[in-house]
């Protein structure tokens, strides 16, 4: 009999802790197996990022080794041992099923201890590749950095530490969250995980540029003294430590990282103690009396839509953004990236006011596939269009919902874009442009929305299109982009012209023109969109409910 096999009710005995971990890893290693064999899809997707990893870890550990003896190796080692601790602590939150058999909320009905349940859970979660590449670094980071005997005793503690600590951490966070995780909040936090990517990229973009004109690494060195006495870096600057005959300093920083291993250790237990023993909430919550949540009546902001169906397309669109995850990931990331493109290019002193456009650009792509935001959920609105008009009332409210949000943001763009700059003069021709070029985008995105209907599907945080549909998907978003370009032409035309003609104080004509252009052009879309709408509806419907 295994320690999974106890009745209920009996503990399992300390003598039965080395059982349990045998148990977990055999169950690891045998539901990944199993996993494999469900599809050749997913097994070629592991089979193609385990060799991406190793391909990364061997290059890592080649790149460190060449570093040995380099004058800001341990510089290097620190940091990229606390950029992957973070890593490794923000990973669960966005990807909580990322590793289903280390689901604690699986194993609360079993007679297992919180104690001899932590051991076994940290030595099956050393098998995967994250661990793998961890390994790697660490490896890698100790023989860049270790000169001497005494540097090599403690890099062959620091190795496995660090990679014990970084796995702690995340069991920690996970297994404390993991009722957050597993709802609706839970996933949606999981789909902004494309968020932090987008935002992330642009943030080491802005990092390299400014570490490559600050004179390399070297600029990093007073970073580089705090991090090292944080685990688990700190583990790997004992190494470091040792190697210049810092003994007393290597001993201390080898001990932070021991000593955070054992609080995360600590932390990790009494998670998942209380996750074992306490109620779910959801449980708790479905006893208490409902609230009224029929969202018929309209308080705050609402109250100020316009009645009929206008309003109640503008509400019913603006309540997506807030609950529906996918529409919400999209509107929070072109909000993000609109702006920080051009705030951190001005802010590096190598951009234009005329960057705040992308603002406008991200937010105007909101508006392309309308009826693909519905799903399925569409045929209610098909059944309340019955002619062109009905189509002409729908499109204009759900433009109007998205001008609420855009047309403030795109002004609040320009300006800090300005201010950062110093730019004030380009302010008026920037907002004329911006507007412009949102007007345009809302006419192209309306038209989009009835030639090339698409389905979003929901089962995914980086599934945009159901298979069979990327072409619609291309179509829609390329073919609207350059439409919108052609369309901007005359507006962009007179900006390059009052620049080139050295007409600058005239910049001003911009804004009143913009605006108004924009105004028409979106207006033109619309009107031209809703007769193609009505009589497409059918087809619009099979395609947004597919998958």
Known sequence: MTVLDAPAGTAVPAAGGQRLVSVFVRLKLTLLRNGLRQSSGRRAAYIASLVVTVLLAAGQVIGLVVLRGHAQADTLVVLMTAVLALGWAVMPLFFPSGDETLDPSRLVMLPLRPRPLIGALLVASLIGIGPLFTLALALGSVIAVAHGAVAVVFG????????????ALARSVATANIRLLTSRKGRDLAVLSGLVIAVGIQFVNFAAQSLGRAGGLSALEPLADVVRWLPPASALGAV???????YGAALTQLLVSALALAGLLWLWQRSLDKLMTSPDGSTIAAAEPSADRSGADRSGLLA?????????????SLRYVVRDPKTKASWVTALAIGLIVPVLNAVQGT???????????????QMYNQFGQDTSAFWMVALSVSSARDAYLELRARALALLLITLPYTVLVTVVTA??????????????LSFALLGAMLATGALASALFPYSIPQDGAFKN??????GLAWISILGGMVASAVLSGPVIALTIWLHAADRQDQLWLLLPLGAVYGAFIGW????????????????????????
């Open 240 to 246: 470091s430590s040792a190697s210049e005959g810092a």
């Open 465 to 470: 299109v159901v298979p069979g549909q990327g």
């Open 156 to 167: 062959l503690a620091a190795v496995p530490l660090t990679l014990l600590v970084c796995v």
């Open 304 to 316: 100020l839509l316009p009645e009929g169906r206008t309003g109640t397309v503008m509400q019913r």
């Open 351 to 365: 951009g234009s006011a005329y960057f705040a456009c992308f603002a406008a650009g991200m937010l105007g792509m």
């Open 419 to 432: 201010a950062v700059l110093g730019d004030w003069a380009a302010l008026p021709g920037v907002v004329g």
């Open 524 to 547: 033109l879309g619309v009107r031209l969109a809703a007769p193609r709408t009505a009589d497409r509806l059918p087809e619009i419907l099979a395609a947004v409910s597919k998958g």
